[in-house]
T-cell receptor
Framework: DVKVTQSSRYLVKRTGEKVFLECVQD?????MFWYRQDPGLGLRLIYF???????EKGDIPEGYSVSREKKERFSLILESASTNQTSMYLC?????????FGSGTRLTVV | GENVEQHPSTLSVQEGDSAVIKCTYS??????FPWYKQELGKRPQLIID?????GEKKDQRIAVTLNKTAKHFSLHITETQPEDSAVYFC????????????FGKGTLLTVNP
């Protein structure tokens, strides 16, 4: 089974802080994704990566950036956290046709 | 870009009844349509998927149908059980998109014993 591991289950950060969310997959998958999940809005794509150092904006990239220095690790960066970025963040790695998701990081910005 | 609409947003059924969730998509180039189930506090998990060259696919009590002309696809769950209670998401992907999925907003299914 592919494992997708998100380093933190819960995070509380202050407005203006720089926040790093980490995601690691244990297979040699090229495609990795960051989504945020909000009630009533479903899963919205923030950024994705299709190879090391390759990235592409999703539907809601504003206020975020990403880093993929190694194939197994895909990081989401909130440059200056704001309260409207309080959300559940889900990382995914492509397994054949579908995705395998991580357990999620619930981020609260106060 | 692709837009996926999902209905209903909530669905309540009695145990043993059938449940149907419907999705429409906007991009006629989309060719892959998965369904994910997310139980409370857990990660979404793929339960069934269908490609555009197939009209229907079944796996035990769940089935998915696809109408390419109308650009809609549906999830059917028969003989529902309380453990089917979860949020269900449909998604669509176009070819050549680096495997990017666009999700619907989800349907909260409650199966009452």
């Amino acid at each position: 089974d592919v494992k997708v591991t998100q380093s933190s289950r819960y995070l509380v950060k202050r407005t203006g802080e720089k926040v790093f969310l980490e995601c690691v997959q244990d297979m040699d998958h090229e495609n990795m994704f960051w989504y945020r999940q909000d009630p009533g809005l479903g899963l919205r794509l923030i950024y994705f990566s299709y190879d090391v150092k390759m990235k592409e904006k999703g539907d809601i990239p504003e206020g975020y950036s990403v880093s993929r220095e190694k194939k197994e690790r895909f990081s989401l960066i909130l440059e200056s956290a704001s309260t409207n970025q309080t959300s559940m963040y889900l990382c995914a790695s492509r397994l054949a046709e579908g995705y395998t998701f991580g357990s999620g990081t619930r981020l609260t910005v106060v | 870009g692709e837009n996926v609409e999902q209905h209903p947003s909530t669905l309540s059924v009695q145990e043993g009844d059938s449940a149907v969730i419907k999705c429409t998509y906007s991009d006629s180039a989309s060719n892959y349509f998965p369904w994910y189930k997310q139980e409370l506090g857990k990660r979404p998990q793929l339960i069934i998927d269908i490609r555009s060259n197939v009209g229907e696919k079944k796996d035990q009590r769940i089935a998915v149908t696809l109408n390419k002309t109308a650009k809609h696809f549906s999830l059917h769950i028969t003989e529902t059980q309380p453990e089917d209670s979860a949020v269900y998401f449909c998604a669509a992907r176009r070819g050549g998109s680096n495997y990017k999925l666009t999700f619907g907003k989800g349907t909260l299914l409650t199966v009452n014993p």
